[in-house]
């Protein structure tokens, strides 16, 4: 089992309109990353929370981390081509920095 | 200038052969992390390197071995490939909580 459920796994958009990824676990994070991931290339941090109901908002991109820590979100508004890419959720149960990843969504935005 | 860097880009080998990929990272990070992402782009931890001494093995077989010579580089070795190490390898570095991602290393076993 993962420890970390990414829905959906693909999401195919056209360019414009709002899309929503869940992350989702049973366990519990002392905090969660979002990174997006292009072809050919390794994934790049996009956020990092780490307080229960904390939201961040980077331009277009709304991260939350739900209330329980157990939980995140990744909103975008009006997507754009260059959105496209892997978008992977990854959380650390320690502290240490020991990351366990998500199982991804693949996203694609039509021109 | 890069930050994480990996050789090669590329491997192609046959089965049972020993291989190494090489990492350096120069952000002067004290971590350094292996990772292996399968077909399905799931991304796995391997093994960390903190200080050049090993701090996680996530029961990874022990036909790969990570060698630190100094801060800045962690290899990666595998014995024996097999077909099921076909995957794509990043390396990673850290210091405090973000992780810089090298450019992977696909290798593929024939």
């Known amino acids: 089992t993962q420890l970390l459920e990414q829905s959906p796994q693909f999401l195919s958009i056209q360019e414009g309109e709002n899309l929503t990824v869940y992350c989702n676990s049973s366990s519990v994070f002392s905090s969660l990353q979002w990174y997006r991931q292009e072809p050919g290339e390794g994934p790049v941090l996009l956020v990092t929370?780490?307080?229960?109901?904390e939201v961040k908002k980077l331009k277009r991109l709304t991260f939350q981390f739900g209330d329980a820590r157990k939980d995140s979100s990744l909103h975008i508004t009006a997507a754009q081509p260059g959105d496209t890419g892997l978008y992977l959720c990854a959380g650390d149960q320690t502290g240490a920095n020991n990351l366990f990843f998500g199982t991804g969504t693949r996203l694609t935005v039509i021109p | 200038d890069t930050a994480v860097s990996q050789t090669p880009k590329y491997l192609v080998t046959q089965m049972g052969n020993d291989k190494s990929i090489k990492c350096e990272q120069n952000l002067g990070h004290d971590t350094m992390y292996w990772y292996k992402q399968d077909s399905k782009k799931f991304l796995k931890i391997m093994f960390s390197y903190n200080n050049k001494e090993l701090i996680i093995n996530e029961t990874v077989p022990n036909r790969f071995s990570p060698k630190s010579p100094d801060k800045a580089h962690l290899n990666l070795h595998i014995n024996s490939l097999e077909l099921g190490d076909s995957a794509v390898y990043f390396c990673?570095?850290?210091?405090?909580?973000?992780?810089?991602f090298g450019p992977g290393t696909r290798l593929t076993v024939l």
């Open positions: 929370v780490v307080t229960g109901g």
């Open positions: 990673a570095s850290s210091r405090i909580d973000t992780q810089y």
